[in-house]
């Protein structure tokens, strides 16, 4: 190993230990933490934020990063990746003048809170100063970042390298047009009874079934948990210790398993990096839209299958007597029910997208400052009328919904619908890799699956763009069509 | 605030926030962390660590506390209180040469494990050379302290600031004395019958029952919790979240009930502490002999007395059918029962301080180098036999029963038993100034007694050493007197 690239990764493995430190912090905090801590865990969060930049801005870094560059040549695959993503990580780091982050971190915080209240009250004017403020540090942010033709490609960079508008907007326009005569279709269609995934479910047996899936998806309990909490996350501390959290919602008991998968996918991604390569960028994840892939992969092309629940929906019966008689087709139906509703959080796979369209527009006009803030309601209200055929009844249920905003996420968003187009494009190479998965999964066979993301995916680190992932594994640029043509043929069905 | 005291108060509660993640993480590890995070999470703790020493030797605490030394005369009791143990801490930290702590932190952690190698396969001889290295490494550190008299005075000083073998021989020897003509009258009595205590105890409703005793006690579940984990423990974060441990032993069910009383009394310390002092040695425990103090004055003198279970065993009645019809006397006098065992953890209030003194006079003379290594085991099989009456079956289960020196925690064992007379000594205060405690306890009420203890003892932080402390709230110096005329009195009426 050269002399520089393994004083490098000495650097960069304590910023990664600080990084791991701080995600225990935040585990606790919506797990296990006593309320009365929050006090003193926001002053140990910030703190350790204080160190870790520190690291991340200093000037050894920089020296020895200076050093490797000009022994390139010597290095490997690998190590070139990892030196690449260095320079990168470097460079975002630097750009922030210290003032600045400290500025954005203070008035971030501040705004969620002042969010909530609006939120609270459903009064949207009582954010909008702040948001205001948030919008223009975005945009102060970008312009410290810099980009070539748009400062929100700044911020969609910091999320998904290499993401600019002039990528994103042709994708979702495509997806748009393929998406709406779907939902007309299905709208004109009868609807889905479900009653049956409503009412008493047992809080135990809902987190015993959930581990029931863990380990059959192959998450390893010597390396993983399952803890509940109020809104379900997955929180990586290193390949071996990556855990999750459900939570249990009354009354409605696929919250519970569908969240258990969507995290599970997250964290398997976590558990598949090279422990090797822990301290170097190789063992961390290309991106949020790779991330949103695998959660993604598993809750809904898995997850949400007929095969999957043809092997364990006799199981759930078991455990909810409630359950016995609903036969399978009736079971796949309900769980894929599309009804477009106001929250983006509850949408089913159809509506989703229009969901998070909306958003993407919305924020690149905000930055562009095509779109002031205060036309953000009357703006939210007319989309979701043309996308959803609805009206949110009130600014709460609307665009005071998602808490993004409010601590500064511009230009997350479109990950999670990148995420679903990834998860399609790299479905359809696993369907070509294994064209019996539907018999085997019916078996109740999983691992495969995550020896094949693993393959694919996950042990590459960040050794590849998402970009370049995405074509590595599928032969293929991003594209809409394989997710379009999978929910044309899979909503059609159930709606025929 | 004087400047200097502002920026001293600054540093100081950086290290406190460091320290207080530590904790975290350790608190984790025995608690929720997945078996194979072992391997990260030492990382994690060893990195901690590190930063935490660089902080406590960093030259600007120095230049800080020189500086404000010279205002001495301006500062508040308080402040010049903060700024003696400032003093104290910065010496201790820069006492040690960094190689020093680095060599002493790798043979003590490597010889964990080849102690409890050695304990598994009952082989004194496998540990030996460990340990030997291990004393000579604690004399190292002793010289680097200083000392007047002996080396193992510097080692006290580090768990019992002020402590010195001329100070605790002759409590100990008064304390042995005291002891041995109590626990010969005891066994020459009839055995007292404590079957009920052991069977089938429900899990969950021990856990339950633990919790119920929190909050009898006062101890804030918005600032706590009670968790599993292999060995009890107490762990604070900050007044505001101090959380602790039990363990539930199959078939035994008091062993729960006792480690809550316990930890508990150690976590109300901790949450007695002054939050406003936060970051400075005001807000800090004063030793581990006052901290020991609290969880015994809680465990025994309230949790084994008959008040406190004329409260509370119709309750425990109510959640284990088993005990109905168990006299409370027969049951105050079964969790008070007097049995020699070989097992200090186990051992009942006669017995404890005669396994602390055993321990205290071997470290002594083993530090002294009078006591050689290879003689441990005799040693030790003929001080058990003398004070206790019993031979161990194994050097397992006699001189390797205990962690301690394998860590080299040389200095640590008396802070028990002086937390035992401590303990003893306020409890005299307490019922001064409480002549009714047994008629309140008997009604349930407990929190009076948190309240004394934070009005006497906690809110003073490090204010004043263990010894000034004792006088304040005692009137008198340290002695061993009011405890054991409270064994007499207690085990004489027990054992009549």
Chains 1, 2 share one sequence.
Not at 125 to 138: D, E, G, R
Request: glycine share 6%; proline share 6%.
């Amino acid at each position: 190993m050269h002399k520089d690239f393994k004083i490098l990764l000495e650097l960069s493995k304590k910023i990664q230990l600080l990084t791991s430190i701080s995600r225990l912090l935040e585990w606790d905090q919506e797990t296990y933490m006593p309320p009365e801590g929050a006090t003193v865990r926001a002053e140990q969060v910030e703190l350790m934020a204080e160190l870790i930049h520190q690291r991340k801005t200093h000037p050894n870094f920089g020296e020895a990063l200076a050093r490797l560059e000009k022994a390139e040549h010597e290095l490997s695959d690998n190590e070139r990746a990892a030196l690449r993503e260095w320079k990168r990580d470097y460079k975002l780091a630097l750009a922030l003048p210290p003032p600045f982050v400290k500025k954005f971190a203070k008035v971030t915080s501040e705004s969620i809170s002042i969010w909530a209240t609006a939120r609270k009250n459903n009064d949207f004017a009582h954010f909008a100063p702040t948001l205001k403020n948030i919008i223009s540090l975005c945009k102060e942010r970008a312009s410290f970042i810099g980009f070539d033709a748009n400062p929100y490609d700044a911020l969609l960079d910091t999320f998904e390298p290499g993401l600019t508008i002039s990528k994103v907007s042709p994708l979702f326009k495509e997806l748009k047009e393929g998406l709406l005569p779907l939902l007309k279709k299905i709208q004109s269609a009868p609807q889905i009874k479900d009653d049956f995934l409503y009412g008493d479910f047992s809080h135990d047996e809902q987190l015993d079934f959930g581990n029931e899936l863990l380990k059959a998806m192959g998450h390893d309990s010597a390396k993983g948990r399952l803890d509940l909490s109020t809104h379900p996350f997955s929180m990586a501390i290193h390949p071996s210790d990556s855990r999750i959290t459900t939570r249990i919602t009354a009354g409605s008991f696929f919250d519970c398993i569908g969240a258990v998968l969507h995290e599970a996918g997250h964290s398997l991604y976590e558990m598949g990096l090279l422990p090797e390569y822990y301290g170097s960028p190789i063992c961390e994840p290309a991106s949020y839209g790779i991330h949103e892939s695998q959660s993604r992969f598993w809750e809904t092309r898995i997850g949400q299958s007929k095969p999957f629940w043809s092997h364990f929906l006799p199981k759930l019966q078991k455990r909810f007597p409630q359950l016995e008689g609903v036969a399978l087709n009736d079971f796949y139906r309900a769980i894929n029910r599309v009804i477009p509703s106001c929250t983006r959080v509850e949408a089913d796979e159809v509506t989703y997208s229009l969901h998070v369209i909306l958003r993407y527009e919305m924020e690149r006009d905000l930055i562009s400052g095509s779109l002031p803030v205060d036309q953000i309601p009357a703006r939210w209200n007319e989309t979701m009328q043309e996308l959803l055929g609805i009206t949110p009844p009130s600014d709460a249920e609307g665009c005071l919904q998602d808490i993004h905003w409010s601590f500064g996420a511009f230009g997350y968003f479109p990950s999670y619908t990148l995420g679903n187009l990834y998860a399609s494009q790299f479905f359809e190479a696993f369907e070509e890799a294994y064209p019996d998965w539907e018999s085997r999964v019916q078996k109740g066979e999983l691992t495969f699956i995550r020896e094949w993301l693993n393959q694919m995916i996950h042990q590459h680190g960040r050794v590849f763009s998402a970009e370049e992932l995405v074509e590595k594994v599928t032969g293929k640029p991003a594209s809409a069509a394989p997710y379009l043509s999978y929910l044309h043929r899979k909503y059609n069905a159930i709606y025929s």
